[in-house]
Structures are given as structure tokens and as C-alpha cells.
């Protein structure tokens, strides 16, 4: 399966989705990320492989000859990502899909529908757009009053309100550490025993205290993983 993640708009989300969300249940596929100036998967640990968005040509060979791929594209090549796709007939057909996160702010709203458009008017279907609502708090309908009134007019996207990634404070946390979930959750490091040892260092302890909770609250974000995921595709 070959995915797409784009946005007009920034700080939506795409290398959550790329990193955290689907290269684990996607066999690992290889993550190009057509990024000039923001973070990518290669901060939280991952083999990424950078390009500019205007080297649509090699990137469309290379994504030819992969079975998985995940290609996580800025806000800063977006503009130039698109019009090489546009360029180049039908090779948006060579991706099974594109999908779309979106944060609740109205601008990030309001420039996702303007992305949503664009990938209708190049002929891409609706049941191959998929938006994911990130960083919801509590209630899809109540946040993003704009995209769910945007699909009832145009039905020129899939939206599934399942696909709700919920606000929690380990994606910050794992950002600074440069671990993915799934990552951390691999890590066996009995960090409660560890915790034991009064006589080690007030620093080592408050380190292994701080990986102890960031376990446990993993878990939960990981089965929310797993459902965005499943009702996603």
C-alpha cells in the first residue's frame, strides 16, 4: 500500500500519522519525506528518506518499486509536490491513498478544505481521500463544525469520525525523546524495578519514574492507534 500525507496547511500532524500511526502497521514501509525546514519520522528514530517536492520524477520511480510506501509531504513543498502530480497524468493513480489530518483551529480547517478541493478537481476519488482528525479533545462534531459541514455538501472525500487521534500529551513527550510509540512500548526496561535502588541518583531515578509513566500511558494511545487505523482503510 502506498499512502500520501498532505495538508496546504502546517502543524496538523503528518509526521504523527506517518510515524506514529501507520509505519508500524504498515510492515514498516519506507517513509519519504518531501520536507524542507519542519521535523520529520527521522526525529523520533526512523530511516526517512528526505526529498524536495519539485524531484517529483525520482520520487515517483522510487515509490514504483516499493510494495509499502509513506510519503509525508511539508507544507513547504506542498505547492510544488502538487503541481508536479499534475504535470505528471495519472500518476496520482500510483498511490492507493491520500490522506488528510487536520487539527480543529478554523484556519487549519479552512485550508484543509482547500486541500480536499484540489485533490478533487485532479480526478482523485472520494474513497480514496481519507481525513484523520487530530489531536481532538472530545467530541469530532463539537471541533471540526467546518470539515463535517464541508463532506455533507461535497461528499468529495471519505470521512469515518472514528478516525479521531485524541489530544495527549505523549506525542510532545516521545518528540523530545525522538521515540515513536510503538517504539517505546518495545523498550523491556523493568523501569519499576529500576526504581527500587534508593541509592541511585536523584536524576536517574526521575528519569526512569518519567519513562515508567510515559509506558503506561502508551498503552492507551496505542489502541487508539489501532482503531483510527482499522476504520481508516
Given at each position: ?14 509526521t504523527t500519522v506517518?510515524?506514529?500511526?501507520l509505519?508500524?502497521?504498515m ?6 519525506a ?9 526525529g ?8 524536495n517536492?519539485?524531484?517529483f ?10 510494495d ?33 489530518p ?9 485550508e ?20 484523520v482528525f ?7 462534531d ?20 472514528e478516525?479521531?487521534?485524541y489530544?495527549n500529551e505523549?506525542?510532545?513527550?516521545l518528540?523530545?525523546?525522538?521515540l ?7 523498550d ?5 524495578a529500576?526504581?527500587?535502588n534508593?541509592?541511585?541518583s ?10 515508567f509513566?510515559l509506558?503506561s500511558?502508551?498503552k492507551s494511545v ?12
Amino acid at each position: 500500500m502506498k499512502v500520501a500525507i498532505l495538508n496546504y496547511t502546517g502543524t496538523v500532524g503528518k509526521t504523527t500519522v506517518a510515524a506514529h500511526l501507520l509505519a508500524p502497521r504498515m510492515n514498516d514501509a519506507t517513509i519519504f519525506a518531501i520536507e524542507s525546514i519542519n521535523e520529520t519520522a527521522q526525529g523520533l528514530g526512523i530511516d526517512v528518506e528526505k526529498m524536495n517536492g519539485d524531484k517529483f520524477r525520482e520520487l515517483f520511480k522510487k515509490i514504483m518499486l516499493e510494495d509499502d510506501a509513506i510519503i509525508d509531504i511539508g507544507a513547504s513543498n506542498i505547492e510544488d509536490f502538487m503541481t508536479n502530480m499534475i504535470k505528471f497524468d495519472d500518476s496520482h493513480e500510483e498511490f492507493d491513498y491520500f490522506v488528510v489530518p487536520v487539527t480543529s483551529g478554523t484556519k487549519e480547517q479552512k485550508e484543509t478544505i482547500q486541500m480536499l478541493d484540489t485533490l478533487a478537481s485532479i480526478g482523485i476519488p472520494a474513497d480514496k481521500v481519507k481525513v484523520v482528525f487530530n489531536r481532538v479533545d472530545v467530541d469530532v462534531d463539537d471541533e471540526f463544525p467546518f470539515i463535517i459541514a464541508r463532506h455533507k455538501k461535497e461528499k468529495s472525500f471519505s470521512l469515518n469520525k472514528e478516525c479521531a487521534i485524541y489530544e495527549n500529551e505523549l506525542f510532545d513527550a516521545l518528540s523530545i525523546k525522538g521515540l515513536t510509540v510503538d517504539a517505546l512500548l518495545a523498550d523491556d526496561t523493568d523501569y519499576k524495578a529500576l526504581l527500587k535502588n534508593k541509592e541511585a541518583s536523584a536524576k536517574d531515578r526521575n528519569t526512569w519514574a518519567d519513562m515508567f509513566g510515559l509506558k503506561s500511558l502508551a498503552k492507551s494511545v496505542k489502541r487508539n492507534l489501532d482503531d483510527v487505523y482499522a476504520n481508516l482503510f
